[in-house]
């Protein structure tokens, strides 16, 4: 083995010139007024101008020694690139002069997909508007701005009437549509300068910044809210509508995010409470079996006695009606008469019989009737029974 000989194996300086040349970071020398003294090839490429070009520049750039920093650089041809800067500072004779050796790395491709993933992780995969954790931190922004600025807000509390059913009836692919096109019926109706949000699965948020001098901007914003939402069934070929509270700030007021959320939420829980008195339970044909149930659900559910399916749609809304009841002898048509219409189609279906006869529930059931009442059952049962198909449909 040979043992390295006087100033313990230096090295020719040929050896490090080559180094500099190769290496893949750019490798830059500036001197103590911020001017490119050399810069190797790698330095030359990440710039997009010659080494020669370069020598006599103005780097532009600050630098201190010590740590790295993130930096943008204007390439020639290709633009803003970014890269990783490390400085060490050389003294140069006279302790006043000093050159700073620079090293480049190219991390723009890496930054890019940092800056995507920080994207991601503000906007709904689904969507593309914000998510909960993007709302949060705009709408904190806005608040403080609007506040500052003495304009009024008016946050607006979205959520999807009856979800699981459209997923139970039409499938995920349907509840997914219902999702994406309440998002773009919400991002089509308020400016560009508002804050939409999906906050959960069901679940939207908006926020509205009112025109200076002008509070009643929001007013008019939310009947135009008001408009688009209760034209959304138009964009689907199964039911689609949405619930919606809304809760406001004056300018002057301070009010949190989690404060008007909240507020916004139960409004928008009470406008539910006030639809869900609405239709629940239509009883189609026979009579007899519309005063049964009536008896039997008492004032705990609303009723309706319809002569025809084809009066569901006439005189109800059918995205408020949960279930149907109907003579077994009636089950077939009307299962086929519901599935006329995207609209009607899946509704639960409930055979009422006079007697219990198991076989004739037996095929009420494989013909697709959600449960079975008779006659006989005690009144408490037959709610029972109609609570657990609104149970399995329920939001």
């Not at 041809?77 to 500072?89: C, D, F, N, Q, Y």
């Not at 135009?224 to 069934?233: D, I, K, P, S, V």
Request: aromatic content about 2%; proline content about 5%; overall charge negative.
């Amino acid at each position: 083995m040979r043992t390295p000989r006087g100033d313990a194996g230096a090295l020719d300086p040929s050896v490090y010139r080559r180094m500099v040349e190769v290496s893949d970071d750019g490798i830059l020398a500036v001197d103590g007024h911020g001017i490119i003294a050399f810069a190797n090839p790698a330095a030359a490429r990440m710039l997009g101008r010659p080494a020669a070009v370069l020598r006599g520049l103005s780097f532009g750039v600050p630098i201190v020694a010590g740590g790295a920093a993130e930096i943008r650089l204007l390439h020639a041809r290709r633009g803003v690139r970014v890269a990783e800067l490390r400085a060490a500072s050389v003294p140069q004779g006279d302790a006043a002069d000093v050159t700073h050796i620079v090293m480049l790395r190219d991390i723009t491709r890496s930054a890019r997909t940092r800056s995507e993933l920080q994207r991601l992780a503000l906007a709904d995969h689904l969507t593309g508007v914000g998510n909960r954790r993007a709302f949060l931190a705009l709408a904190d922004q806005a608040l403080k701005v609007a506040e500052r600025e003495q304009r009024a807000c008016l946050l607006v509390f979205v959520d999807i009437d009856r979800m699981k059913a459209i997923n139970d009836r039409f499938g995920h692919r349907a509840g997914d549509q219902a999702v994406v096109e309440t998002a773009q019926m919400l991002t089509d109706t308020v400016r560009d300068a508002d804050i939409v949000a999906r906050i959960g699965g069901d679940e939207f948020c908006v926020l509205l910044t009112g025109a200076p001098g002008r509070p009643e901007s929001l007013d008019e914003a939310l009947e135009r809210l008001r408009e688009a939402t209760a034209r959304l069934g138009e964009r689907t070929e199964f039911p689609l509508s949405v619930t919606i509270g809304d809760a406001r700030t004056e300018p002057g007021e301070h009010w949190t995010v989690a404060e008007l959320m909240e507020a916004a939420d139960a409004r928008m829980y009470e406008a539910k409470r006030r639809r869900d008195r609405d239709v629940r339970v239509v009883v189609i044909g026979d009579g007899s079996v519309g005063r049964a149930v009536r008896e039997a659900v008492g004032d705990e559910l609303p009723v309706l006695v319809l002569d025809a399916v084809a009066e569901l749609a006439d005189r109800v809304s059918p995205v408020l009606t949960d279930v149907v009841v109907v003579a077994v002898a009636d089950l077939p048509g009307t299962i086929a008469d519901l599935g006329t219409s995207p609209r009607t189609t899946g509704i639960p279906v409930v055979a009422h019989q006079p007697t219990p006869d198991a076989e004739q529930e037996r095929m009420a059931l494989d013909l697709g009737a959600a449960d079975v009442i008779t006659g006989e059952m005690a009144p408490p049962v037959v709610l029972a029974r109609i609570r657990r198909v609104l149970g399995q449909m329920a939001l």
